[in-house]
């Protein structure tokens, strides 16, 4: 239920403090989040092209317990943890070798291309969330 | 005792969808933080160099309200809310013609170089927060 | 006929070696065009709208001199050199209190949105490159 | 002798334009590179803080050949192509399924902690260019 993702740390990263930028966490985040659907078979350009459909971040709680540094090979997590109908509740972490350095939890809205909620579709949300049906 | 601080979107802060990247915004409001402490007075860079201590982000809550776009011209607030001896908790809003598009509650520690958590030096405090005092 | 425009270094913008990291410096110098173009009269939404043209980066010479450094207070000037049928020759520069930091050539081309070369109307080109009119 | 490093865009990469945004490549060839170092068997973190130098990029000549998208996987070739003392100057393309997307002329300088220019220590040297000695 726990999707994994592996990513290094480049300059690109880091800031004069000699760790990683704190916004960077997010970007990181939103790779595994990337790589999370594309592992379920959910494509997003598709949904967005044929249903017209995408998803946002809604809200976000992030700490920021130990930094991460240049060249560390980092892990995120995601794991689903709620669903409502537009709406969909995310855990994610990044580790260093088992370490917990950021958890978010990361709430997700499904919006129309005019920017309005849109109901999940079911079978994306079967995809998505299968503990749940 | 609410800092305010223009910015413009350019298209490094957009992605496909035609609105601003998420993690860009904790990018936005941190130039909101370093504009309101220079504006107060206090030097990071000297308090780095002279003092050994640093503010990092340790929590951040964070509601993406409605999307920016590209020229967009954006205020920045930051409010101090409270602080004890090793944190402060900042209220941080991004705007567009007085309606909000992004609001956070920031969590900021105090760290030595060597990331341990020190103590706010009491005249620092008194800056940040003159309001407590 | 030089265009200038002032900017802050922020700590998005550092990385670990304690200066600004190499991308951003074009990050700089585009925003650097963004506000050159605003201020001949062209809004680049419209020309993306109406027109169904943009201005893309085709090649770009630049020479990293001086490092800028966090707080640094930052100049970008933008001068028209040349330009032909779908091109235009741009001189720009970074500049830290009138020292040369950053030096760039950059070759802009004008495209549909599908990607295609198109000429650039005449009365873009004339607002773009008075001097050679 | 070229070295290959594969690398997916996400989200953070793209900009309104629907591409990736041009200083982008910059990064995703620095991330090539600190895998072509990495390689060789070269740590740059221990050059810097064992040898006190650091490499720096000291000009390049980009060009921009056809726009990646999201999703796409791409591939970063780096090539040495000649060096002298204190210079490497270092072949860099992205390509898409063999295509070429961004091709580039990067120079490296070898500096010490102080920005002083330095000589490239000979092992160094000889790994990052075998086929010079």
Chains 1, 2, 3, 4 share one sequence.
């Not at 459909?53 to 700490?63: K, L, P, S, T």
């Not at 260093?96 to 809205?109: H, K, N, P, Y």
């Amino acid at each position: 239920m726990t999707h994994s993702f592996p990513l290094r740390v480049y300059y690109e990263d880091t800031d004069l403090a000699g760790i990683v930028y704190y916004a960077n966490y997010l970007k990181f985040i939103e790779r595994g989040r990337s790589e999370w659907v594309r592992s379920l078979g959910v494509d997003q350009g598709r949904l967005r092209r044929e249903l017209g459909i995408v998803f946002a971040v809604r809200r976000i709680e992030a700490d920021f317990l130990r930094p991460a540094r240049f060249d560390d090979e980092l892990t995120v997590t995601t794991r689903p943890a709620t669903a409502t109908g537009a709406r969909i509740l995310l855990e994610q972490e990044v580790l260093r070798a088992g370490e917990r350095l950021f958890a978010a939890q990361v709430t997700l809205v499904c919006l129309t291309d005019g920017g309005a909620p849109a109901r999940i579709p079911a079978d994306i949300r079967q995809r998505l969330m299968p503990a749940l049906h």
